[in-house]
């Protein structure tokens, strides 16, 4: 039996390399969508089985495989974003995106072993936690034209194929979710100077000193954790400095054996908690001037696999 990816003289098929390099355009783009790592993999690989569902002639008759795949991609996230609010309603406690580590820190996913490449996200300001969030917020519809258009620099008359509505349409939706975006986005801190207030914050934290971090939380902060009902996690989200820095505190008087890490979480200075070696938390920060705004702890191991050593 002749596999898909050989040819008629056995030889491997010439247009399969092309084909597999549209992988982590593909990846990146359904992971901006979902916010998931796991989800996205399940989207590209169903777009995948779309296409090798083809006869050759189907295939050969498309001019642009790539994209094909995007819009394949693009329609199942759009599906997916559909149904997610009713998903949600049943998720266990708050849903926060998966966090992704520095490439350097990359493990495997579900599959084990250090990722392909062709599974890494690019880590730019489309993919820090605020970012996500925000896009969170948004209609399916938003989310998809925002996504295509700005950052991926499809036209809207390619995007109106995709979202199923007019370019005027899709260029409308993509204005309100580049508001949206406008409106959370707060002053930038320097890349320096929010590692640095990143390394005090872990410092203050594992000194269990309750007034250094208050001083560096804003003092209408937020901290969500997001356990999936898999693991213990506060249930709702705790506001104010001085609620953040007590709860911080309590933790570590509970686990006192906890180690934190300084680590890049989507692209942005964060930090790993770490018992006995395996990774129980990424926290995920937002920073306005010199103070701590946001704070988005992940519990849920089912999306801590890329930070977990096979």
């Known amino acids: 039996m002749r596999t898909q990816s050989e040819s008629g003289d056995g030889r491997l098929d010439p247009s399969l390399s092309a084909i597999m390099s549209e992988r982590r355009q593909l990846i990146n783009l359904a992971y901006r969508l979902l916010g998931s790592l796991a989800d996205a993999e399940d989207v590209v690989q169903e777009a995948y089985t779309r296409w090798y569902a083809m006869s050759r002639q189907q295939q050969g008759a498309i001019e642009s495989p790539g994209g ?23 998720y266990v406690g708050e849903w926060i995106p998966e966090p992704l580590p520095d490439h350097a820190e990359w493990f495997g996913g579900r599959s084990g072993g250090i990722a392909d490449p062709a599974d890494r996200v690019t880590l730019d300001e489309s993919v820090n936690m605020a970012f996500l969030v925000v896009l969170e917020s948004m209609t399916p519809a938003e989310r998809v034209a925002f996504i295509l258009h700005d950052v991926f620099r499809y036209s809207f008359a390619e995007v109106a194929e995709i979202v199923g509505r007019s ?32 390394r005090d914050f872990k410092q203050a934290w594992e000194a269990k000193d309750i007034d250094a971090l208050i001083g ?15 693991v213990n996690a506060a249930p709702r989200p705790i506001g104010g400095s001085e609620r953040i820095a007590c709860y911080l505190i309590g933790i570590a008087g509970k686990v006192p054996d906890q180690t934190i890490l300084e680590r890049t979480v989507n ?7 770490q018992h006995d070696g395996v990774t ?3 926290m995920a920060l937002d920073i306005a001037g010199d103070r701590i705004t946001q704070i988005w702890a992940v519990r849920n191991p089912e999306k801590l696999q890329p930070w977990t050593t096979p």
Do not use: F, N
């Open 216 to 230: 560096l939380l804003d003092p209408d902060a937020m901290a969500i954790a997001d356990g999936g009902g898999l």
């Open 68 to 90: 094909w795949l995007t819009k394949v991609a693009s329609r199942i996230c759009l599906d997916l974003l559909g149904s997610a609010r009713a998903r949600r309603e049943s």
């Open 280 to 282: 129980s938390v990424v």
């Open 267 to 273: 692209g942005q200075p964060g930090l790993v908690v």
């Open 167 to 198: 370019p005027a349409a899709c260029r409308q939706l993509a204005s309100s979710a580049r508001r949206r975006i406008r409106a959370s986005r707060a002053p930038a801190t320097p890349a320096a100077q929010r590692a640095d207030i990143v």
